[in-house]
């Protein structure tokens, strides 16, 4: 048996790391760190069924497969690019992954003819995120077109690729496939949560202790800078937007295992969210600032709000039309946030002149 003095032993340890963190941190993590928790106890009190396990499993379920394509989206503005072809190229992924699983998988297969269909159909969603990552980079870097048009270009190109091959029609997946989007671990782990988090232990991986990483923060800072110190920006910029891809198809992925489908409309307003999750996670759309775990923590308070509307306004007619409203109001809000607080940042680096005295003239005596 423990005692009391032995069990407040990790407690008394802990407390002052939060306190250290609460100071030096990042005052805008810090800020929406307090606003889950704060979100999370109101949603507690007047809504008994937010707590219950199954609320908190639909809950992971639904925030895995934005939570990838919200990373995509933060990556592409570190360099300070914005990538909006994120969800087309995730429907575009799935839907190619869905026929190849269709094509290699036969009317009654063995249990090695399904793992090998189901391993060729995610290498191939795989394969088609890293090209249309690399047309994105290539665009941007090599023939320097602004990212917002280049993949707003590129979203109605794969959209329209996907709607070619398709006919416009849905495309199915299998039972077997449905484990990576619907699948428990241990009958109680949603199985895309593994998959988010294993993707963002990775990427935070690549960013914090790559070459790759640390030149792409410098990139995105200055881009003058970054080239006159060697670094090659174009290569940079097309890896970058290479891994967006991959993280985009990932996310195809897992939306094609959740519903056994895959369409080219899937998603319509996953962009938004990706945006208002990487926004609200601290990371700068200018560039060069921002954090795997602060997007995961927007991801986290994003998610306890949608879920907390859907409850409280279950009965509303205009429950939809409200939630993305607030979610539109809650991008501009913390963007000119944002602005003025870092306008503040930006005089309080300011030198402050010392002001001389003037000393007054002596007196000339005539």
């Known amino acids: ?10 407690l008394k340890k802990l407390l002052p790391r939060l306190m250290a963190f609460v100071r030096n941190g990042n005052g805008n993590i810090v800020r929406l760190l307090v606003t889950i928790v704060i979100i999370f106890v109101l949603l507690s009190i007047f809504q008994p069924n937010f707590l219950t396990i199954r609320n908190m499993q639909s809950m992971a379920f639904q925030a895995s497969e934005i939570g990838v394509l919200a990373l995509a989206i933060a990556l592409a503005m570190l360099s300070g690019g914005i990538d909006l072809s994120v969800v087309s190229t995730a429907n575009l992924s799935g839907i190619i992954a869905g026929l190849v699983l269709a094509a290699v998988t036969p ?5 090695q003819q399904i793992a090998l269909g189901i ?12 090209i249309g990552g690399l047309i994105n980079g290539v665009l941007i870097a090599v023939f320097g077109m602004a990212p917002i048009l280049a993949t707003l270009g590129t979203l109605l190109a794969y959209k329209g690729i996907g709607t070619g091959i398709t006919k416009g029609t849905t495309i199915f997946g299998s039972a077997q496939f449905q484990y990576i989007g619907n699948g428990l671990v241990g009958g109680v782990v949603p199985f895309p949560l593994i998959i988010l988090l294993v993707v963002a232990a990775v990427l935070a ?3 914090g202790k790559t070459r ?4 792409l923060y410098m990139l995105g800072t200055n881009p003058t800078a970054a080239r006159f110190s060697g670094i090659d920006n174009r290569a940079i910029l097309i890896r970058s937007y290479i891994l967006g891809g991959l993280l985009a198809s990932i996310a195809g992925i897992i ?16 962009v938004l969210l990706a945006i208002l999750i990487a926004v609200l996670g601290d990371v ?12 995961l923590l927007a991801l986290v308070g994003l998610q306890f709000l949608s879920t907390g509307f859907n409850m409280l306004l279950f009965h509303s007619s205009g429950a939809n039309f409200f ?11 913390v963007l000119v946030i944002n602005h003025f607080s870092h306008q503040r940042e930006l005089r309080a680096l300011k030198p402050v002149e010392a002001v001389q005295p003037v000393e007054a003239a002596p007196p000339t005596g005539r």
């Open 1 to 10: 048996m423990m005692t009391a003095e032995q069990t407040q032993q990790p």
């Open 107 to 111: 009317p009654d297969p063995t249990g």
């Open 119 to 130: 391993a060729l159909a995610i290498l191939a969603a795989l394969g088609v995120g890293m």
């Open 205 to 207: 991986l690549i960013l």
């Open 212 to 215: 790759f990483g640390l030149r």
């Open 255 to 270: 939306i094609l295992g959740r519903t056994n489908a895959a369409n080219v409309d899937f998603g319509g307003s996953y």
């Open 284 to 295: 700068d759309p200018y560039g060069g600032s921002g954090s795997v775990f602060g997007v």
């Open 323 to 333: 939630k993305e409203f607030a979610w539109g109001f809650l991008l501009l809000l």
